[in-house]
């Protein structure tokens, strides 16, 4: 099976609980298919999909605003973009929809983003309710989850969701054909050669 | 007795000694290590190796002594050039049965003529695998089996057997000898194995696949047709009444058991103790597989040897044949196995020579590559040249020997070519000096032959027809030092290599010795580096060209860039294309495919342009960058945003964390230094990647949580400030603009980025203050940088192929294959056409045409006037 390997990037507000999302994802069942990185801004994960291995290289951005300017660095030649928000907090959803808007105008074409409401284990203090978000997601077309990243809740299920947008790799075949060929000319043709 | 004639004797030894060493590595090296499961068939492949080196060795005495009495004069001159080693016969001629492009049909043209055991290696287009493709005997149905050759990450290996090897070659040259899962030996053909010289090998070589329908292939079909067995036996009984009666003079010398002080007594006789008791080992082993075989004794210049205890003498070998394997052996080795030592001399004396009358010291790599390009005029003079040297009495060997040493001490290089080429060029000497006089038991070279043998291999890598480089000498300097570079820059090693001009003589001689018998485990990756950095700096070839002119003109026009950016950008841009031209192209010899598994490949190809294009303007480049920040004042201004920043409290660059204390900091300052002086972009990331590690391990030891990019980026801002280094700048954009960008997507790029991010948050730092934002200019560079570095992809562009043409050939009988063709910009269709038919050895080039096919669009070039680009 080939690997594939695909840059996704993680936006969202500082303390939404980005990393803690992804160290989820990367660490919660310990297997061969996780190769050790040296921090928790950059993690790797591979899931297997269809016919295709799906090398997940995430990339954790920094939340502040003073780093907002860095952000197409992180999110450029991404194949998906997981955006975090935090359910207890209405500003958080705000900063999403700033992030939704630039990636929209800035972002790679075909960029899968994918919105995850985290810290649903502490529904009772919400303050985004879940039909708002998931009307928002469905307007840019969008994956919508609600996560807990605390209580391991829907966070491979996030990751799944993004592995089965993914468009498949099509075989290209013009390498085949996109060259000059020395054949001989048909037989109706002159024999002379140039 | 003078003391000149001692000293080529000791170098003698060591130069033996040496082989020895190298050769018993080689073989353990290659035996154990490469061994995935040493099972039974492996202890039988060594005891074939063992074997055939034997019968190789009874071989070379017999012909030599043949030439001996047919020829006074001669004095086993002659014979000495037969010795040239199974794996540089393969390494030499693989234009011959190294035909990746073959189609299955032709090889079954080629092969069915063929006795059982040739082959051809190509690749299958069905399997999509390297093949071998083994005539079998007739009375098999299927005279030809194709054996799939497995390609793993670093490793070549047939199916089914355990065995891996580093390359093809090595693959090739080990079923020579063993045949493992294949019906039985592989076989050179006739005319590649009677070959007794350099020279022979390349009119072989020139052949190329022309070479099974030649005169020169056909001629010495009939000898092949004799039963090598017969002509074995015979010579085995006529050899065995020779053996004890008379001691042969060729081959090298034996092994000497030496105390510590003689070791220590020379030059070149130091160190190596600690590889005695491994040849030991091994040799006890070869006593027990092949018979009697004891350890050897000298005699003949044991006069000059007083002070040395020689061992007892042992009885002669034992050759039995019990077994198919040793007559599958025999059919392999045995003509080859003529093995003497001339050829030796051809390629070292000549230069040895012609050095003692240069006061300088000639790096040995060019001056092997300039004797073995052997343009026949020099061969000519080379020869005389060593042939006058042994006309003369004993005088010039000692010149020989001492200039080697004089090499050796001159050039104070802990650089393994050189101690390797001193150990031949006294090895050498020691030949001469055997020829002229002395004579040697066979049990002295039974293991001496067999040694150099296997030394041959690794060191005559650099095939013939390898460029020299005369105008190169500085970068040559420079080269060879890399290659033991792992994480050590370049200035340290340069200053390393002055110091050593104080270290005592032995220590120094020590060293040498170390890293030429590490040089024998080099491995195919380093190898083939080595190889395009020393074609890139040969004039001679394109690629070469290419890279020469590229770099000169890129030190004289500093104009010609309006940006230190803009500059970097090109020089990915050339080094994505020469890159891709080396892939494509069929000017590296041997072919990269042939020792580089598929997938490496590009990795490899990376590695080498760092080294010839990087390496030479890695400082040219910085002093540009730094001119053009110069020039337009950000430079001056980094240094006060930097000085601004280190004011700051941890706090307020937003770090939440525990902060590195400054004992740390010097630390990362250290390390961020050492990443300065390297000048492969891969290096400096990993070097960035240690130091980002440094920093998590501080901030978790002191919370035991996982920290993400939210607290990461400022404390990597912090600590980039606390650093105090504008050159980082300098550093990153190097990186950024000159990785490979399929490792931008990794983790070398994510922190690669961070740290651009931190370094852009520094620079604009008083802004930033003012506005808590970064500048929307910065915005822009980051937008355009983005663009810039995910257009240039790893796959080729058009541009990429400007000045080649895939030209795909299709037969009726073979079916297609594909070469790609250098051409000039406006070369016409005839040209082209004329280019094509040579080099798909059309035999009526009028009856076909060029045509240009476009996704599926086929058009005849039957009137097109030129080709453009």
Known sequence: MAIRELKVCLLGDTGVGKSSVVCRFVQDHFDHNISPTIGASFLTKTVPCGKELHKFLIWDTAGQERFHSLAPMYYRGSAAAVIVYDITKMDTFQTLKKWVKELKEHGPEDIVVAIAGNKSDLSDIREVPVKEAKEYAESISAIFIETSARNAVNIEELFQKISRQIPPLDPQEYEKTDAFKLTRPPPTSSKRCC | MSTELVKPCQLDRTGSFFKLIDAFASEIGELKQEMVQPGESADEDQDGSRMQSLAEDVESLFLQEMELKSSARDSGYDSLKRKISILDRLIQTHPVWLQLTMSDEEAIQILQRQQPGIFIVRKSAKLQKKIISLRLGNEITTSIRDFPIKESQFTFSLEGSGISFADLFRLVAFYCISRDVLPFTLRLPEAIVVAKSQADLEQVSKLGVGFWNSSLFNNNKDSAVIPPNAVKCSRLGELKKHIPREPLSNGVHSLHTRTPSELECSQTNGALCFVNPLFLEVHQQAKGAGGSLKRPKIQDSSAQKKSRVPPPRPPPPVIQKPSALQDQVKQVSMPQTSSCLKQHQDNTMGPGLSHSKKTTPVPPPRLKKRISLSESEQSKKTVQESRDTEMQSNAPEAVVSRTSEKDMCVSKRLNANTTLNATLCSQNAMHVQQNGGGRQRLSDMSISTSSSDSLDMDRTFPPPGCPGCEDSSPEDDYGPESDSET??????????????????????????????????????????????????????????????????????????????????????????????????????????????????????????????????????????????????????????????????????????????????????????????????????????????KLIYTVMENNSGRMYGADDFLPMLTFVVAQCGMPELDLEIDYMMELLDPSLLHGEGGYYLTSAYGAMSLIKNFQEEQAARMLSSETRNTLHQWHRRRTTIRTIPTVDDFQNYLRVAFQEIISGCTAKTLMVKPYMTTAEVCELCADKFRVQEPDSYALSSSQRKQVSSWHQTPTLKK
């Not at chain 2, 005592?504 to 024998?520: A, E």
């Not at chain 2, 074609?535 to 003109?553: A, E, M, P, W």
């Not at chain 2, 104009?559 to 500059?567: E, F, I």
């Open chain 2, 487 to 692: 994480m050590a820059p370049p200035l340290k090693l340069k200053k390393k290599r002055s110091t050593s001009f104080v270290l005592p003589h032995i220590v120094k001689t020590q060293f040498r010795k170390v890293s030429g018998v590490f040089s024998s485990f080099m491995t195919p990756e380093k190898r083939m580096i080595k190889r395009i950095a020393e074609v890139s700096r040969d004039k001679r070839t394109y690629f070469g060209c290419l890279v020469q002119d590229y770099i000169s003109f890129l030190q004289e026009n500093k104009g010609c860039h309006v940006s230190g950016t803009d500059m970097l950008q090109t020089v990915r841009q050339f080094m994505t294309q020469v890159k891709n031209y080396l892939a494509q192209s069929s000017e590296l010899d041997p072919p990269i495919e042939s020792l580089i598994p598929e997938d490496e490949i590009d990795v490899v190809l990376e590695k080498a342009m760092h080294k010839c294009i990087l390496k030479p303007l890695k400082g040219h480049i910085e002093a540009c960058l730094k001119e053009f920040l110069e020039l337009n004042g950000s430079w001056k201004q980094l240094k006060e945003n930097l000085q601004l920043a280190k004011q700051k409290t941890p706090q307020e660059l937003g770090v939440d964390a525990t902060a590195p204390d400054s004992i740390m900091i010097e630390k990362i300052r250290h390390k961020f230094h050492t990443m300065q002086k390297m000048y492969s972009p891969e290096k400096k990331v990993m070097l960035l990647l240690r130091i980002c």
